[in-house]
């Protein structure tokens, strides 16, 4: 079962401007994490932001989190060619459990 | 240079003949795991481990089998591949666990059943 799916599924903007990916989820969680995947390659981890947190920021990333509405979203600020690259979110299951489910991935291509 | 590596990369074979992708980290981590990649369904985990002969299914098992006898060895084999098993294979691998600590994600393994 699909816990984080990713919205939109894909994302076109211009180099400079900022990309926002939002990600929902189903059940209760501990943490929620962000990776990014050039085509083709491994994953490659953004920011990890718990449940308790609700903002995070990383260089020119900021994670939002809201537990109440069970999302989260991604920005990417002054956007450049090199972002272009899919992004999942990831969520444990929560219950000590050790499975870590993937959404679908948002694919955003940054145009120069 | 830590990280994780994944043999092969590409692979071609024929449904039924048993193949092996070997997994391995040098980064000392507890935690490994394999997912498959395929379009319209992201990444789905297959199994993970979480210490040396502990393992345990993910998601997607059924077609699978794992073994972890070295900390730093997660190979994943499958005894009669089908044609469904054609996907991008990941291993991963965290110090902590696996919900709770960054991910570090090998190249990937293309494997293709005819």
């Known amino acids: 079962s699909q816990q984080g799916e990713e919205d939109p599924q894909a994302l076109s903007i211009q180099e400079g401007e900022n990309a926002t990916m939002n990600c929902s989820y189903k059940?209760?969680?501990?943490?929620l994490q962000w990776y990014r995947q050039n085509s083709g390659r491994g994953l490659v981890h953004l920011i990890l932001?718990?449940?308790?947190?609700r903002e995070k920021h990383s260089g020119r990333l900021r994670v939002t989190l809201d537990t109440s509405k069970k999302s989260s979203s991604l920005l990417i600020t002054a956007s450049r060619a090199a972002d272009t690259a899919s992004y999942f979110c990831?969520?444990?299951?929560?219950?000590?459990?050790?499975?870590?489910?993937f959404g679908k991935g948002t694919k955003l291509t940054v145009n120069p | 240079e830590a990280q994780v590596t994944q043999n092969p990369r590409y692979l071609i074979t024929v449904t039924g003949k048993k193949l092996t992708v070997t997994c391995s980290q040098n980064?000392?981590?507890?935690?490994m795991s394999w997912y498959r990649q395929d379009p319209g369904l992201g990444l789905r985990q297959i199994y993970y481990?979480?210490?040396?002969?502990?393992?345990d299914k993910g998601d997607v098992p059924e077609g699978y089998k794992v073994s972890r006898k070295e900390k730093r060895n997660f190979p994943l084999i499958l005894e009669s591949p089908s044609p469904n098993q054609t996907s991008l294979y990941f291993c991963?691998?965290?110090?902590?666990?696996?919900?709770?600590?960054?991910?570090?994600f090998g190249p990937g393994t293309r494997l293709t059943v005819l």
């Open positions: 991963a691998s965290s110090f902590w666990q696996t919900s709770t600590d960054t991910q570090y």
């Open positions: 059940t209760s969680i501990n943490n």
């Open positions: 932001i718990r449940s308790n947190e």
């Open positions: 990831a969520t444990d299951v929560g219950g000590g459990s050790e499975k870590l489910v």
């Open positions: 980064m000392n981590h507890e935690y």
């Open positions: 481990s979480m210490n040396v002969e502990v393992t």
